[in-house]
Every structure is written in C-alpha cells, then in structure tokens.
C-alpha cells in the first residue's frame, strides 16, 4: 500500500502536478491539504478520468483537505465529530481496503502570543481524542498532512533561530507529540533516524536553493503498519518544477 502526503498550496494552481504524480507513481491514497477552493469547483473530474476517487471539503481561498484514492472509499467521515463541524475543511478519514487514512491540515498558528496559536495548541488535543474516540493503536491506521510542527531540532534549518515559531515552539512540539502518543509511529523517521530531510521551503530569500526548510508534512502510522512500512521518502522533485507549491510530496509504502 503505498500513501502520499502534499500540501498543494491551491489544487486548481497544482492539478498539473498532482495528476502527473499520480500517473508515474500510482499511489493507493494521496493525501492534499491547502486545497483553497469550494466544494463545487474542485476538480474531481480530470481526478476521476485519472483513475482516482476523490473526497474533499474545503473552501474560498484557504484551508482544504482532500483525499484521493484508487479503489472507491469504505466509508468517508469529515470533521473531528459528528454533525456539523466546523474544522471538516482540516480533517477527513477515509477507509480503503480497511484501513482508516486520517488527513490533516492543522492549524498553523500566526504567532505564539496569538489566540490562533492557543487554538493550534487545543487542536492538537482534540486530534489525540479523536484517535482515542474512532480509532484502535494496535490495528492498522494511517495519519498523514501537513501537521505543522517540525518535532525536532533536525527538522529544520538553523533551529537555534526558530525556537518561538509557530512549527517549533516548545509548547507546539509537545502538542504535537503527545499526540503521536497516542500510537503513531513517524515512518520517515523511524526509516530514517538521523536524516536531514526537509518539506517545506519559503519562497522568499531563495530558501529552497539555500536549504532553509522545514519538514512539517509527515505520514504516521501505527505500530502493525510502521512495522511493515519499508520505504519512505520525500520526493524532492515536485519542489523543483514550475509552479511547485512551498511544500514537496512526502510517501511510504507498506507491505500488507
């Protein structure tokens, strides 16, 4: 089973790149945040003529999640709980072949002093109930987006510098970690442990020629699938092309 994650950046903007990726690397299930457009116009059809079902919510300008897939979904839930939800544009889950793909947009918080940042924080631990409350860590479950937190001093450039940033305040890393608690297992970094390896490059100051990036986008799994995950990668190439989004396409596959 192979699963990828991309932040888009706007999916009308990247669709080029999307269905491109799709074609050479067939994956099961690719996961896209910041797809900045409403339900009505995103662009299910070339998806569809692509050989993927598509589910999404998101809206105006901002924000959005969805997720593709090869084989049509089990089931598909939106929003951290039932009912109306305002966060269904930052979170859907969808089962394929059993096994729940839970993608994230979360939070990115502005600033540490800001409510947003307080509300990143929150997030996080609604997300860790939310696992608690629709899922199990000792059967198969995948967790993948941009979560918006490099969990590491590795996990980005000069973090001596980025120690009151929104990705990597301490108070945002705990967040993010116990909430990794819960069961999940980061398989890049499991495959991986001493990599510098980023996903997220600015496009102010040359940071992406200069290497000032971040890896904030990850894929989760727990423990009976990051058992079975042997490879993971971030591919550098979706960061290079015309148009590339800010951030790049990471994937794992796992052997079932």
Not at 17 to 27: C, R, S
Not at 46 to 71: C, D, E, H, Q, W
Not at 146 to 171: G, M, S
Request: glycine share 6%; with cysteine; hydrophobic share 40%.
């Amino acid at each position: 089973m192979k699963v990828a994650t991309y932040n888009v950046n706007s999916i009308r903007q990247r669709l080029p790149i999307v269905l491109d990726w799709l074609a050479e690397h067939k994956p099961d299930a690719m996961c896209l945040q910041e797809t900045k457009v409403q339900d009505h116009d995103f662009p299910a059809d070339p998806i569809r003529k692509a050989g993927y079902y598509s589910t999404f919510r998101g809206m105006k300008g901002y924000n959005g999640v969805a997720t593709l897939t090869r084989a049509e979904p089990e089931t598909v839930v939106y929003g951290l709980r039932d009912g109306p939800d305002n966060e269904d544009f930052r979170i859907i889950q969808t089962v394929i072949g059993g096994i729940p793909v839970i993608n994230t947009y979360v939070p990115q918080g502005y600033s540490i002093s800001s409510e947003k940042y307080a509300w990143k924080i929150a997030w996080f631990t609604q997300l860790r109930a939310y696992f608690e409350a629709t899922l199990n860590p000792a059967e198969p479950a995948i967790w993948a987006g941009d979560l918006n937190v490099a969990p590491e001093p590795v996990d980005v450039y000069h973090p001596e510098n980025r120690l009151n940033d929104v990705d990597f305040h301490i108070d945002a890393r705990n967040a993010y970690k116990e909430t990794v608690a819960w069961g999940f297992v980061d398989v890049f970094r499991k495959l991986h442990p001493d990599a510098v390896q980023y996903t997220y490059w600015d496009y102010f100051r040359n940071a992406f020629q200069r290497n000032f990036g971040w890896r904030i986008d990850h894929i989760m799994a727990t423990a009976p699938l990051a058992e079975r995950c042997h490879i993971a990668e971030v591919d550098m190439s979706a960061r290079r092309v015309s148009g590339a989004s800010d951030h790049t396409i990471v994937w794992a596959e796992f052997a079932l």
